[in-house]
Each structure stands twice: as C-alpha cells, then as structure tokens.
C-alpha cells in the first residue's frame, strides 16, 4: 500500500513568488494534516481537513497560506507571496479517523531566498 | 512551559546498553501520545501509540504517568540501527499532534 506522498520534494522560490506544494494522502483516509518544521524548532500543526472541509486551521501562520483539498483526495497548500520565514520543511500526514496514528509523507523542503 | 518538552540530548550509548527517553507534557486534557523517530531529513515515522499506562512492542516499551504528566520511551539492547531522533507527541480534542523538538540517540559500535 501507498504511503503519504508529497511533490515536490524540494523548492526553491525568491521572496515574493508562489509556490504550491501537493499532498496525497493514503488511500482511504479522510484526515488530512499540514505540519511545518522551521530549523531549530519543533514540528507544529498547521490545519487538518476531514474529507474537503477544513477541520482545523488554527496553525496557519497568516493570510498568505491557502489550503484546499478539492474532491476530499488531494491536498495542496499555496503561499503566495513567500517570505524569507516560511522557509522550513512542510510535511503532510494522513489518518483514518481522527484518534488514530496519524502516518507522515516524506516532507517538501521550501528554501526562500 | 513548552506544550511537550524533551530532553534534545544528545544520548551516545554503545550497541546493547538500554536508554530511556523521558517526555513532559502541560496540557492535562491530552488524551493520546506517540513516540515517532526521525531519520536524517526523513519524515517521522510512527514508532509507538500510548493510549493507557503503557505499551510495549518488543525492544521498544512506552510509559505514561497522566499524574505527573511524562510519557517515557524505554529501549532495550540497543541496536546501531536505532539512531535516529525520537519525537514525543500528544494529541488532544482538537486531533492535531503536538511534538517536542525530539530527543537524538546515536548508539555507538
């Protein structure tokens, strides 16, 4: 069976470009998760869907992050523009319900310059 | 105080000696916990669920004391492949994990 798989793995964007970073999640999970890893920090919570809707957004850092997650099967999270600080490594993680473990993907390393 | 707190190490220990990690957490309301470890520019993988006092998965044995708030991660006869960073997460109502910056182990020949 599939893991969570994130594309792409790395990106590099200057301050003020978008970027836009996709998660797909094991198949069958309704809960989807958005987590970010800022160096020297530990791992914190963004938002988490359950099928399309959007459960849980209280860790997004500001108006210039945009998630959605359209048919409730993909995810994609866009940040427009980019800021020096959101460079980190943002990881994606999906469960079955919502007590469950929750399984991480590989991670999109975002380098702002 | 930090949400979930570890100890960032790091532990260098010699292949087959046992190690203990310990994990405090402030929020009491928390109701589940997980070890995850963390390979080099890895993603964290899944090590062990606490949903009660405990679980043990053979090396492996978690504890959880809700009085005094810690969960622990016990692993015995250490084996070089266990080098890794471990994170020590709780979960609460809200399903979102909270992690601490996690604790390094480097287990030495």
Redesign the interface.
């Known amino acids: 069976e599939a893991g969570v798989t994130q594309f792409p793995s790395h990106s590099v964007i200057e301050k003020g470009q978008t970027v836009t970073l996709r998660c797909d999640p094991i198949s069958g999970h309704d809960n989807l998760y958005w987590y970010r890893r800022v160096m020297g920090k530990e791992i914190k919570f963004l938002l988490h869907f359950v099928k399309e809707s959007k459960q849980d957004e209280s860790g997004m850092p500001n108006n210039r992050f945009l998630a959605e997650r359209t048919g409730g099967t993909y995810s994609t999270l866009k940040v427009q523009p980019a800021e020096l600080e959101d460079s980190g490594v943002y990881f994606c993680a999906s469960s079955q319900g919502h007590y469950n473990e929750q399984f991480f993907g590989p991670g999109t390393r975002l380098t702002v310059l | 105080r930090k949400e979930?707190e570890q100890d960032p190490g790091p532990f260098n220990v010699p292949e087959g000696a046992t190690v203990a990690f310990n994990c405090t957490y402030s929020n009491s309301a928390s109701?589940?916990f997980?070890w995850?470890r963390q390979d080099c520019r890895?993603?964290?993988?899944?090590l062990m669920?606490v949903y009660s006092s405990g679980n043990e998965d053979g090396r492996f044995t978690a504890q959880l004391n809700r009085a005094s708030q810690y969960i622990s991660l016990l692993i015995r006869d250490s084996k070089l492949s266990d080098s890794a960073t471990y994170?020590c997460s709780r979960?609460a109502g809200?399903?979102?994990?909270?992690?601490?910056?996690?604790t390094k182990l480097s287990v030495i020949p």
């Open positions: 979930v109701q589940s997980f995850y890895k993603e964290p993988k899944l669920s994170l979960g809200s399903y979102q994990l909270t992690f601490g910056k996690g």
